[in-house]
Each structure stands twice: as structure tokens, then as C-alpha cells.
């Protein structure tokens, strides 16, 4: 294990979690708790305390304050402005939430805020599966759809932060309904959401024997599981989610040409085996000049639940090295 650098943390929607990361991103100390949803005020003291436990946590076992003094680096869902403020955060309910700020008042460390699958995006192209390349794109799938884009080794923000929102790329314009208010959103279609709600629509449309039958309220995870289990159904299901991804992901590709698309989040792993082939024909059809080219890989993304945290944690790192930089 290497020297500390930096804390990363990742607000969640259920949990906060708080690590001592090394140059590496390797988790050196990690704490968590609930997060105190709705409350912006709690959420800040919550977070206060939880960096002073990772100090004490420090004293204890390695010697004084592993985390004493080290720029600290968020990954939050919702809209991150530049400067760390959280214009709309869904999963905890807040609204123009100064973060960056007031937790750098709270514990006189330098403070950085990012969207939560920026950050992934971010944490995977510095230590996990796209290390080594320069221009990365990512979608995450869990509840919604994130994603995330590196150009040329740095994270895109776009003008006011709110860069890298794949999961409303539209493939179907007056598609299905979004949880945004448009319809036709890649998020309508690929994530746990969507998976497990057209599910439950083939099952109500089709007289097909599945798995799913004896589930109540299916889910993407429900799906997932009976996929496994060898269920024609729900693999189709899966396989059907991957091709409307492989169509986002040409878009993307056709906008960026990036090095490697990554596919992470919560359901990505589980979910490879029928979702990735699936993107990556669909993907390959529909690049332009896809006779001459060969696409970029579609690969699982490497760092799990940790990569938001990890890529915030590096981003801070490199916040006070930029800083001794300018000085
Ligand atoms: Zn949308």
C-alpha cells in the first residue's frame, strides 16, 4: 500500500461512504453510514463526521490522522456545477446544495465535487479498465442510467458541469417515457428500471413460461438472477436492453471516438453475458464507416460500487498538486 492522498467519498442514496485512498486509488481506510436523506444539513455534518472518523479510525491503527489534511473528492448523482455546487441532487432530494464549500469551511481541506458517474468514468480511466487510455466514454447502469466521457486524459464538464449525462441520449425519439419528462431516452430502455418494467410487460403481453412468473414485483436484479438461472425470457429481455445500448454507444462513438467504452454500475457484471454482445453488434453496425473501422472495445467496467469514490478521491489529489503547481 502506498501513501495516502486523498479521501474519496460517495453519497448514495442509502449509504455514505468515506475511504483513505493511496496515488493508486487503493482503499487504505474506509468507513460508512446512512445517508440522512432530504437533509442538506445533516448530510454536511454527517460527512463532517465521518472524515473526523477516518482521522481517528488513523490513530488507532496506522498512526496520527491518516486522513488529517487530505483534499477530499465527492461523487454525488445529480447536477455538479464547477465550482462543487449541487444544482439537483434526485438521490438524496437536495436542491442548490453548496457542498464543495461548505464541507472545505467544516474541515479546512481542499474540497472537490463531482457527479457520481463522472467520477467513475474518471476512476476507471486512471486505475481501472480503461487505465492507460486517454479518451474514454462510460455509462453506468444501476437504478437510472450515468455515463461519463475523458477526452485527452481529462474529465469533460461541458460549460456549467452538467457534461457527460449519457443516460438521456435519445434512441427513440417518442419512445418510451423517461424518468427526466422526455421520452426515448437510453435510460428508458438499459437500466435496472427499465429492464425489470419490460419484463413485466412481456409477461402481461405474452403467454410465455418464465421464472418470472413466481416473482411479485420484478426488478432489473429479479431479471437478472432468473437470466442466470437459464430463463429464455429474461435473457431476451437482456439481450434486447444491450441492442438499445449498442445504439447509444454509437452515437457516442460516432460523436467521440474514444479508445474503450465501458459499461459499469451496479447490474453490469451480473448482466455482461447478454447485454454486451448485444451492444457491441448493434454498436458495430452503426458507427460510420463501420467497413473500414474497427470499433472500439465495449468492456465491464473494473472498479465496482468503488469507482465514483476512487475517481472523486483522485480528482482532489490532483486539485493540490495543480494548486502547488500554479504557486
Ligand atoms: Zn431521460
Known sequence: MGEA??????????KLVAAVLDTQGRVLERLRRQTPAGDADRLVD????L????DA??????GAGLGDGLPIGVG??????????VRYGPNIDVHDLDLARLLAQRTAQPTLVLNDASAATLGEQRVGAARGH??????????GVGGGVVVGGRLLTGANGFGGELGHLLVDDGGRPC??????CIEAY????????????RLADEPVDSLLREVAQITGRDVTLAARDGDELAREVLVEAGEWLGVALAGLVNALDPEVVLVGGGAATQTATWMLPAAREAMAERIIGHAWRSPPPVEPAALGDDAGMVGAGLAAADLVVDEQDVT
Open 134 to 143: 486517454r479518451d474514454v466514454v462510460m455509462l453506468t447502469l444501476g437504478t
Open 46 to 49: 454527517d460527512l463532517h463526521g
Open 51 to 54: 472524515i473526523g472518523d477516518l
Open 76 to 85: 454525488i448523482a445529480g447536477l455538479v456545477t464547477p465550482a462543487g455546487m
Open 190 to 201: 438499459a437500466s435496472g428500471t427499465a429492464i425489470g418494467h419490460r419484463a413485466r410487460q
Open 57 to 62: 479510525e488513523g490513530e488507532r491503527g496506522r
Open 179 to 184: 424518468p427526466c419528462g422526455n421520452r426515448g
Open 5 to 14: 492522498v486523498a479521501i474519496g467519498i460517495d453519497i448514495g442514496g442509502t
